[in-house]
Structures are given as C-alpha cells and as structure tokens.
C-alpha cells in the first residue's frame, strides 16, 4: 500500500495555549475524531493547521513541533490576517453556511476570497514538498476546494483524492456564490470527489452541468483531458474503540453516578460543537414545549447539553452562544425548583471517556442539526450501547438519517413535532427500544470508519492514473 497524506486544514490535535502554559489538545469536530484512527494505524503524514501559535516561545514551540513530528504531523501555519480571513472569513463565514443552506449570514461584501486562494496554494506547496512518488494524496472539506487543482498543477502524475464533509447543497445555492466556477474547478483537480450521501453527489453533478456544462456519465466527467470519479462514501466511526471503552469499569462507574444522580430522572442528551447548524435553540424549545404541555413530566427530565466551544472568534457564533445561553436561562427559571433544574448545559470540551460515559447513561439522544454533512454524534452514541438500550433521536437533514432509519426522524424546524417525538422516545416500550438500538448498532459496526477509509481509498487506486502531459515542441 502507498503511502497516505492526509490535508486538511485542522489538524487531529490543536495546541491550546493559556495561562497554564500550553499543550496539544485532541481536535473536536467529525473530521479529526473520525480520520485520527486510520492516522495512526497508516506510516504516513497528516499535513494542517495546528491552530494559533503566535504567542509561544521558540522553546514552547520547538516542545510542540516535536509532538506534532511524534504523532507524524506537519504543520502549516497560519499568519493572524490569514487565521481572519481565510479561516474564520472566506470558510467559514461565506462557504460554512452557504452550504447549511444560510445564504443570509454570508457578509454581503464578500473580501477574503484572494487569501482563501493564496492559503489552499500554501497547502498545495507544503504537500507537493513532501510528495513522494506512489504516495496517495487525500484532500479533505470545504477550506481546501482549491488544492486538488492547485496539486494536479504541481504533480500532474500524483493520484489525488479528495473528500467534501459538509452537505453539498442544491445548485440553486451554490450558483449564488460569486466564485462558484472557481471552486468547482478547483475540485476537479482530483482523481475522485467524495461526499457523504447521493444527494449530495447529485447536486454536484448539477452544479457541474449548470456551470461548466459538465455531463456526468454514471459516476464519471470527462474534465481537462482526464477522468474525474464522483462517488457517496458515508462516513462512520470507530465503533469498535467506543464499544471498548463503554464496557470500561471506570466508564461503568461513571454511568453509575450519572444514573444515581438521576434516579428519579429520565436523561436526555445532546451532544455538538456550538454551532448555529446544529438547531440547539428549537431542541431546548422542544424540551421546554414538552415541559409546559405535559406537566406530568416536570421535575423528571435532565436535559444534559454538552456543548463545545467552536470559531469563537465569528460574530455568529457568539450571538448564537448568547441565544443558548438565554434559553437555558428562561427555561430553567420556568421549571427548575430549589433542588434541581431541567436543563444542565454545560460549555466545554469532553474527552471520549467523559463523553462515552453520557451516551451510555442516556435514555434519549438529542441530535437536531438543521443541516449537518453526516454527525457522527448520532453513531457514537449507538456504538456506546452495547446494552441495546437507549433511543436516537435524530433530524432528517442530517446525513446519517439516510442510513439511520431506526431512530425516531424528526423535522428539527418543528418544535412541537420534536416535543412529540421526545414523548415518543421517552415512553418508548423496552422490546422497541432494543430492536431500533440493535438495528442501528449493526449499521454502524459493519459500515464503520475502517470500512469508509478503505473503500474510499480502493475506488481512488482504481481510477486511471492521468497519462503524461506531452509538451508541444
Ligand atoms: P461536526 O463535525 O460538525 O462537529 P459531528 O457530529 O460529525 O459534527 O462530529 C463532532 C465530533 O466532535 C464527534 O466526534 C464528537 O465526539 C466531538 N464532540 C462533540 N462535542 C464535543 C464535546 N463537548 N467535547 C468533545 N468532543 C466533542
Ligand atoms: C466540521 C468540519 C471540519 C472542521 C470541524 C471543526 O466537522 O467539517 O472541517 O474541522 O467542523 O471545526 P473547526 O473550525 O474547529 O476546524
């Protein structure tokens, strides 16, 4: 087997630097939790961005370059304008929610597009010098549409994969984006164009017609002399590592506290970086909804949300922080009592121990995206239940409804249809409950991020390596 270059622009850990000093922290967020696995088991590199490094010491630094070099990692790093405007500006104020189907929070002056091109041209450099002949190259998400091309350039031979996390939405919102030829042709530079569901493979084959007039034959496009792969790959998890470590005795014990704490309570948990895709606000209007129609269940309900903190430093986040904020706030004030209060919201990263713990102690998962790629949360949660037991509750603008139909599907715009499927989920009778949680389980054991990596990585050694440029005499 070649070996594998991972790009991304985040790395599987970041470094967090306080006034404790600084560290290198595991990266939240379905990319690096799902790719660090196949990472580790592979010999080869994982190129990306680190995070913030400006404030370390040379000596801070030379300590985290060493740990980057020891888990096989190189970084690229970003300037603070870079961070500004191709980071938190050009992906993910204007690309992030053009693609959750947010057209109205992309600024209406749109200025970062020169320095998201220059920063994927950076990426592209730093890989092609550590290319190797035979090496397999996978290109991943929306920060870095333009290096396939930018790659196919510098190594025209090289076989180049690339992978897209976020939903790919209709050509109708894509054609908005002023640069949407520019970034299509970018990905077009690969070998093979990954999404998560068909759906989305079919609104990238109607972009292409719509924009370069492009015809996909099955799953192929003819494109600057050479053929380009279009295929649906679903990501999955490590099934088997969350397995393990929710059969842990310490794992065990901590369920134990979390269900003795909450005897006479039924737990209800949600589970996402803080993000305005991820349809908080409705989910604690469900709750509260439920809350106010059925007063049988007040006082016997835990919401506990784990939210952790995400591009802080973009004014939409912080307004949509502010906005949970308050809801916790309202509906804790209107149902809490001097002993315990509803909603236990809780702004902070996990790690998978902690978090393992919760999935397993859950009556209901509370998984209500707006608009999500995949979320993986919802499969982490099932592989965490070898005891069968528990119910997923899941929106069906996520990807993974497509492959979860044993949870209970809910619009996540619908606040009162959430507030039902809640009750449904709560009052679900035990034998259902097993069957649904077994069906899922299934699903994610054999179709698990192993299984993903590999049969993404077969299909790109398939494809035809594009023939030699021949130079005009
Ligand atoms: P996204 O990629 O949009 O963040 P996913 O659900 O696909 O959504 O992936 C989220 C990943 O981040 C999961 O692997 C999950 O375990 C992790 N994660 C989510 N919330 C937390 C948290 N509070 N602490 C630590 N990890 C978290
Ligand atoms: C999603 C994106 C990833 C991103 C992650 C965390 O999963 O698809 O590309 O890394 O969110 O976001 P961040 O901005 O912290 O990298």
Redo the contacts with the bound molecule.
């Keep these: 087997m070649s070996r594998l270059l991972l790009v991304s622009n985040r790395l599987p850990v970041t470094v967090k630097a306080d006034k404790d000093g600084v560290s290198v922290v595991?990266s939240?967020?379905?990319?690096?939790?799902?790719l660090r696995g196949p990472h580790e088991r592979s010999g080869g590199l994982w190129i990306g961005w680190p995070g913030d490094v400006s404030r370390l010491t040379p000596q801070q630094r030379a300590s985290v370059e060493a740990q980057l070099a020891e888990l096989r990692c190189v970084p690229l790093y970003l300037s603070a304008s870079e961070v500004s405007r191709f980071y938190e500006g050009y992906s993910n104020r204007t690309l992030w929610p053009l693609c959750h189907y947010l057209i109205d929070r992309i600024p209406e002056q749109e200025r970062d597009w020169d320095v998201y091109r220059k920063v994927n041209e950076r990426f592209a450099d730093l890989v092609a010098r550590h290319y190797q002949p035979g090496d397999t190259i996978w290109v991943h998400d929306y920060q870095l549409m333009l290096v396939p091309a930018f790659l196919r350039a510098r190594l025209p031979q090289a076989r180049i994969g690339f992978f897209f996390?976020?939903p790919f939405p209709s050509s109708e919102i894509f054609r908005t984006l002023p640069h949407r030829a520019d970034l299509v042709r970018g990905l077009l530079g690969a070998d093979l164009i990954g999404f998560h569901t068909i759906t989305y493979v079919r609104h990238f084959s109607s972009t292409l017609m719509r924009l370069l007039g492009l015809e996909t034959v099955v799953d192929r496009v003819a494109y600057d002399g050479r053929e380009v792969r279009l295929g649906a790959f679903p990501?999955g998890?490590d099934a088997q590592a969350f397995e393990n470590l929710a059969k842990e005795p310490a794992v065990l014990e901590e369920v134990r506290t979390h269900r003795e704490k909450s005897s006479e309570l039924r737990l209800l948990l949600g589970?996402?970086?803080l993000?305005y895709?991820?349809g908080i606000p409705r989910r604690l209007l469900a709750v509260q909804r439920l809350l106010e129609r059925e007063p049988t269940w007040r006082g016997r309900l835990r919401f506990v949300q784990?939210?952790?903190p995400?591009r802080t430093a973009v004014a939409d986040y912080a307004a949509y922080r502010d906005k949970v904020d308050e809801l916790v706030g309202r509906i804790n004030g209107l149902y809490g009592s001097v002993h315990n209060v509803p909603v236990h919201y809780?702004y902070?990263?996990?790690?998978?121990r902690?978090?393992t713990a919760l999935y397993r102690a859950a009556d209901v998962m509370f998984?209500t995206?707006i608009r999500?790629?995949?979320?993986?949360?919802?499969k982490?949660f099932c592989a965490a239940r070898p005891d069968e037991d528990g119910v997923l509750v899941l929106s069906e603008f996520a990807g993974a409804a497509d492959e979860m139909g044993d949870a209970v599907m809910v619009n996540p715009y619908d606040v009162e249809g959430m507030a039902d499927a809640l009750e449904a989920a709560l009052e679900m009778p035990e034998e259902e409950r097993r069957t649904r949680m077994r069906n899922l389980r299934a699903r994610v054991k054999e179709y698990d991020v192993h299984w993903w990596v590999r049969s993404f990585l077969d299909e790109l050694q398939a494809t035809p390596t594009p023939p030699p440029r021949v130079e005009p005499a």
């Design positions: 595991r939240a967020g379905g990319l690096a939790t799902g996390h976020i990501m998890i589970v996402d970086r993000d895709t991820k784990v939210a952790v995400s809780l902070r990263s996990f790690n998978e902690q978090l998984v995206p999500d790629g995949m979320n993986l949360v919802a982490e």
